[in-house]
């Protein structure tokens, strides 16, 4: 079982910042695509952002220029700063672990961190 930890969601006003962290296991994080899903109310989950072993990142187009997707491999962590953020962007939000860049995640997932934007 891997197990990832998630941290950073709460409640945020519209147009406002906030980063989501994720811890992986050691010994399978720095060679791994690690993404960010959320999944809206009433909607199905999606792909947010990914970013491959070497850095290569990948956003859905509702999110380019707003999130940033990061990773820190000494730290086995992998970030979701979100910018600019709207109510739209109310979700609560997995990270994820594997997979293929931009196409699909792999088969592990964290617990689920919610994220509100309202006033």
């Known amino acids: 079982q891997v197990q990832l930890v998630e941290s950073g969601g709460g409640l945020v006003q519209p147009g406002g910042s906030m980063r989501l962290s994720c811890v992986a296991p050691?010994?399978?994080?720095?060679?791994?695509?690690m993404n960010w899903y959320r999944q809206r109310p009433g909607k199905q989950r999606e792909l947010v952002a990914g970013i491959s072993s070497g850095g290569i990142k990948r956003y859905t187009d509702s999110v380019k220029g707003r999130f940033t997707i990061s990773r820190d491999n000494a730290k086995n962590t992998v970030y979701l700063q979100m910018n600019s953020l709207k109510p739209e962007d109310t979700a609560v939000y997995y990270c994820?672990?594997?997979?293929?860049?931009?196409?699909?995640?792999?088969?592990?997932w964290g617990q689920g961190t919610l994220v509100t934007v309202s006033s």
């Open positions: 050691e010994t399978i994080f720095s060679v791994s695509t």
């Open positions: 994820n672990l594997g997979g293929i860049l931009g196409v699909r995640g792999g088969p592990h």
